[in-house]
């Protein structure tokens, strides 16, 4: 009768150990397809496409390449935010639909949520909460306009904002969804006009235009911060920081 032989069982430090081993190998797996990828190394193969080698290098792991390659992109976009480094592979994936310019202001939501908690990293949980409303937004700016449906809210517009706002919205020039127009024309006359170019030029949402614009300037504003604020005031803007007097100006194109 043959007996199986007794497993011996890992002590912490053997465990930590193995651990750390793991995390290193899986992230120098992401590194090195992030390589293949960026540097085209599937060209060099012989291949038509990324996908293509994917689906006959990695046949057994092709789903697993994929989400370390949406890893890899997202660490990168995230690098210079406090504490990214740390977030867990869970809560990566609930950046990938996020756009790039919003990545860090859900992560400071995320990470806001978590300091409340007594913790410096967010769960995957709190940043799919971050997140999910600017996806939401990101979705319905996409999602082209019914002239027809909304002809009353783009009366609106054109009578605050001008006909020629109307007029880019109808053709196309500026992608707005229903609700997105329907929002922009529930606005006051005031808030429309101090949005307009951050919904018309920059392209932002109305939600988020809104936000924006009822934000004061302090030490966290950054200089694409002072960009959007000097295109909502119509290129020229002037602040006042902690003593120190800012003014911005759009160059005129010669």
């Known amino acids: 009768m043959s007996t199986t032989p007794a497993i011996q ?4 430090t053997e465990a930590r150990e193995t651990v750390t081993q793991i995390n290193l190998s899986v992230n120098k797996a992401a590194i090195l397809i992030h390589e293949l990828y960026n540097r085209e190394g599937w060209k060099a193969l012989g291949y038509t496409s990324w996908s293509d080698c994917a689906s006959k290098e990695f046949e057994h792991s092709r789903t697993q390449v994929v989400r370390l390659l949406d890893e890899v992109n997202i ?24 756009p790039a310019e919003q990545i860090g202001p859900v992560l400071e939501v995320a990470m806001d949520t978590a300091k409340k908690k007594g913790r410096e990293v967010p769960t995957a949980k709190e940043v799919h909460e ?6 939401q937004e990101a979705k319905a700016a996409a999602q082209p306009v019914s002239p027809v449906t909304d002809d009353k809210h783009l009366a609106r517009i054109a009578k605050v904002c001008g006909k020629e706002t109307r007029k880019a919205i109808e053709n196309g020039t500026v992608t707005m969804s229903r609700k997105e127009v329907e929002a922009f024309a529930g606005q006051t006359d005031e808030i429309m006009e101090a949005i307009k170019e951050l919904v018309m030029i920059s392209r932002w949402p109305v939600a988020k235009a809104v936000r924006f614009i009822s934000r004061m300037p302090d030490e966290k504003t950054n200089v694409l911060d002072l960009i959007h604020l000097c295109i909502a005031a119509g290129g020229l803007y002037e602040a006042t920081v902690n003593g120190f007097d800012f003014k911005v100006t759009k160059k005129a194109r010669k």
């Open 9 to 12: 069982l890992m002590n912490k």
């Open 75 to 98: 660490r990168q976009k995230i690098a210079d935010v406090p504490m990214g480094a740390s977030l867990p592979e869970r809560a990566i994936r609930e950046l990938k639909s996020v």
């Open 130 to 135: 971050a997140a999910a409303p600017v996806i």
